[in-house]
């Protein structure tokens, strides 16, 4: 009764009835944060009302929902989120409004520069960076105090430093190094941190050419099956996901660790973690002469083509990428921030601390390939990378040339679309 | 047959024939249908061009479909032979008269009441490298010698085949036990009269009576076996270097992460074939075979 009265009050005073909005999103972990910000919207801008639709959790999931509603030109969605990957594939099939006119290089600016390449195809702009993921380096800040180091730089300083500390601590079940070397999506993006912090690449962005035979991409995996799998790392890491390998870190097991930044949380945890309080974090380390890198996850905003409401979704959409929305999300969800602002914001330095320690790291990531073909890339390179790592018998550049030449196809398909 | 039976009859098989129409002979058809397309989900603007058989052509010269297809059949043929032999052992002992009989029944046809997704997830603890169970039991606190089992390409199919073996033994034991039960004990006393002693009682009055019963469990199980898709999904998601990527895995992965439709479906009906092939021999066979038992 009040919600009607209050509605017939409001007529009289607005011409026109409220716009509703549909957002799809996933479940969120902290409902609350998104319910309080989608209330900041209403409160900020009557005119406008935001319908959510919940979808799965799971991105894989929420692909086939968004994608099948897109495909079936589904008018009853304005805006949706959209993982890193996602940006070529829904541009180039024509589902997510061009948003360059409204999306300038100037408001880009503000962004880090990893999220703006991930969302761009061919010279257009099709999704605004929410908050995003990537690749980080936790160290046993204690361990390293103990032996007088420094992070390390590089990773052969990795392992140096973790093989005085191993004979010194002299515990056979202590490993150098833990990460994700399972045959599944975490694969490719360990993997290209070391191929691109060794100069490396698997596609040029600007010519399409496959690099993935070239040596600069071979020596780093080369470096990692010799190195790294049996070595630093425990063989056991060839079936490890990020749960698996950040049990042997927060056990005491690792002294190096490369996760995403949910990692921060669990390893402070004192419930769940006993290295909590002696946990460093940083850059990734890279090879001698070249720049650490970072591979990017995170989600973005999208708007459909077939939205009726674009007018009303972009303002939405600016609203919930703006300064003041990724601040709450940055201090109470604790997600990072794709404006750099927000990182010297006094509040969130005082708030979440650990942020300004992950920025030099976001400032390296970098997108896995942008195609709207990736998920057969995707495949083609785990399918490389797990053979190569996992017998020390293998012929690696054998290997990569027919890589390389399935992953040309790819391509090609690709490139006979837009012809 | 009188007109009106006629219709009852047809009225009675209605529900059950839409069933199967709705649910095994439409996704069927749409698979075949699919294989013969090319359609790519990320590339909408390619329509879904009919294709011929080229979706096929492309599948014989696959090495990561043909790699498959023998990793497969390894594990066909290692688990169903297996589950066979625990099977026919298990059958033989819930079969035996002794206290506490009922519940070993029971307990036997647990690993088959737990959801393969639970149990892959157990077995994926228990072969950890580092915390696993199994690790512990072999190697107590030798923690230098613990064996990455599902991080090493032989070890990580091993470790699928005995987690299926667990798993579906006990099924084959139930068809096996049916079979054993139907053995009239007379023939038991007259084999003992005769002199027969357990092993000779065994091989003459149990096994040819208990083969049909074996036979069927055989069919089911080589069937099944061929369409194995949630270990390896949950235990190593087909890694690693496509070690233990079955056939099935290999399609869904075609089709739903790659968004391959075509492709995808295309070795989905080639495992459709292989399994139809495989169950008209085994029927034949079977049916003879059951012909003559009852005769």
Redesign the interface.
Known sequence: MILLASVSLSLPARAAEPQTIAFLMWKPNQPQVWERLIERFHQTHPNIRVQVQIGPHSSTEFHAIVTQRLRNKDTSVDVFLMDVIWPAEFASAGWAMDLTSRFSKKKQKAFLPATIAANTYHGRIYGVPYYLDAGLFYYRKDLLQKYEFDPPKSWHDMLAQGKAILKGEADPTLHIYSAQFKQYEGLVCDMLEFIWSHGGRIIDQDTRKVLVAEPASIQAVTFVRDQIIGKAAPRGAVNYEEPESLELFIQGKAVFHRNWPYAWTVANDPEKSKVAGSVGVGALPAFAGHGPAAALGGWQFGISRWSKHVKEAWVFVEFMTSFDSQKILAIEAGLAPTRVAVYNDPTVQDKKSHLKDFLPAFKRARPRPVSPLYPMISQELQRFFSRAISDSQTDVQALAEATSAKIERVVQMEAAIRR | MIPKDRKLYFALLAPTLLVLLVFIAAPITQSIIFSFHRI???????QSPFIGFDNYQELLHDS?ARHSFWVTLLFVSTTTFSELLVGLLLALLIHHRFPGRGSLRACVLIPWAIPTVVSAQMWRFLF????GMINYAIFGHG??HYV?W????NT?LFAIILADIWKTSSFAALLILAGLQIIPEELYQAAKVDGAGVWRRFWHVTWPLIRPAVLVALLFRTIDAFRVFDLAFVM????????TNVLQLYGY?KM?????MGYGSAISVSVFVIVLVLAVVYVRMVGRRLLEASL
């Open positions: 790519i989900v990320g590339l909408p603007q390619l990561v950890n490298d580092a915390y923690v230098a990455p599902l991080a090493k390409p990580a190593t998601q087909g890694g690693p270097a496509d070690a992965k739903f992460v790659e968004g391959w």
